[in-house]
């Protein structure tokens, strides 16, 4: 919940209230409509036309830093005026900032020879105004401790701009490189946050008493474990060392798992979305290990982190945060969120899981599971948008 009072007296429109409103509504719109034009392109070959991107490219870069980046936006935006009781982007500045985001989003379709460069120019304008907004709460607040978040953010940046580079090559392999070290920061920055929050909801959201086990030579362990895997599929290093680091992180994230299992979370459909969802990223490493001795396609294996795990997992935490922050009880969410995640499990299904063992259908698969995600972000737009339009219930700011 915001702790920081207003004089001011809330307002109807509240879109541009905090950074949550604004960048979850647009990171839920454009998983439909980013999905919608991804299904035209790939499974029919037709829709609107890209410029000096190849659909590709345009899929995976607005997948991890359109969809994914608007998610932790909202999310990072929201966290930063709660840990530090100061206020991050909001009114006209927050509108400027998601107006560069928009911006990075159309140029793709603008025919120009220089839309890349737009492209290029709306993000990292983006990336620095974000960057400067979780930044200066932080250091005024002179909590200290909060810094570390910013690190994935930077990262991201820099990840962001080798793609640039690469896509103008100037930097060999950059597009490569980009999306790539993109993708497993945003895998990296659930672990982290994942690690802090998933376990503390579990405990606050089930019915029984209930104590989340967390081991710290796990914790220890798990961030350099993923960088050297990460470096290893960025860099194409040797198969076999990847092998064998991906299936030591299964096996750390099954024991972190089992700690934080109970069943209780089954009653509960935003316990239960963020369990799965990290479970299916644990299931990534298995397929990854597995790979290695049998014929299991790379996009599998990415689907397995992308589809079951941060799309599970960015739509449980845009559902629960949402609720908390619009005033609502969490504890009692709407009953069509459990229909929303099982539509997203679904796509999943038809994304990973058949594929392994009916491949001869792989396009039709892929064509379902595009549906049901469309489907599943739809039905989150119809049911959150008026929430991030409308002030708090209880009447606070925020």
């Known amino acids: 919940m915001l702790n920081i009072d207003d004089p001011n007296p809330v307002k109807k429109f509240a879109l541009f209230n905090s950074g949550f409103r604004i960048f979850f509504l647009l990171a839920g719109i454009f998983g439909v409509v980013s999905m919608l034009i991804w299904i035209l392109q790939y499974s029919f070959n037709t829709g609107p036309e890209l410029h000096n991107l190849s659909s590709l490219s345009w899929h995976s870069h607005e997948m991890i830093y359109g969809y994914s980046l608007a998610v932790i936006s909202g999310f990072l ?20 900032v998601s107006l560069f985001w928009l911006i990075a989003r159309i140029s793709p379709f603008i025919n120009s020879e220089h839309n890349v460069e737009i492209m290029f120019v709306s993000e990292a304008l983006f990336f620095l105004l974000l960057i400067t907004g979780i930044a200066k709460p932080v250091i005024q ?54 690690r802090r929050v998933i376990p503390f909801f579990i405990e606050k959201g089930v019915d029984e008493s209930f104590t989340a086990k967390n081991y710290l030579w796990l914790d220890k362990v798990m961030v350099p474990l993923f960088f050297t895997y990460a470096a290893f599929e960025i860099f194409r290093f040797n198969s076999l060392v990847l092998t064998f680091l991906a299936l030591a992180l299964f096996i ?10 109970t069943p209780g979370i089954w009653n509960k459909s935003l316990l239960w979305v963020l369990l ?60 069509i969120l459990g229909w929303i995640f099982a539509l997203l499990l ?53």
């Open 77 to 96: 935006l929201t966290a930063t005026t709660n840990w530090t009781s100061r206020k991050t982007l909001t009114g006209a500045m927050l509108g400027i």
């Open 252 to 261: 750390l994230n099954m024991i972190r798992l089992t700690g934080w299992y």
């Open 346 to 398: 679904v796509s999943f299904v038809f994304r990973v899981i058949l594929p392994l063992f009916f491949i001869s259908n792989y396009s039709n698969w892929i064509l379902l599971s595009q549906v049901f995600w469309t489907g599943a972000f739809s039905l989150f737009v119809l049911k959150y948008a008026l929430m991030f339009i409308k002030p708090r219930i209880d009447g606070r700011p925020g």
């Open 276 to 335: 799965l969802a990290y479970s299916f990223i644990t299931l990534g490493f298995a397929l990854r290990s597995l790979s290695y001795f049998l014929n299991i396609s790379d996009f599998i294996v990415l689907h397995a982190y992308a589809v079951g795990g941060i799309g599970m997992i960015t739509i449980g935490m845009m559902s629960r945060v949402a609720l908390g922050h619009t005033g609502r009880n969490v504890f009692e969410p709407p009953a």
């Open 141 to 194: 607040s002179r909590q200290w401790q909060q810094l570390p978040v910013l690190v994935p953010v930077v990262l991201l940046f820099l990840s962001d701009m080798v793609f640039y580079a690469g896509q103008m090559q100037l930097i060999s392999n950059g597009v490569h490189i980009g999306l790539y070290a993109g993708f497993y920061l945003i895998l990296m920055l659930i672990f982290v946050m994942g």
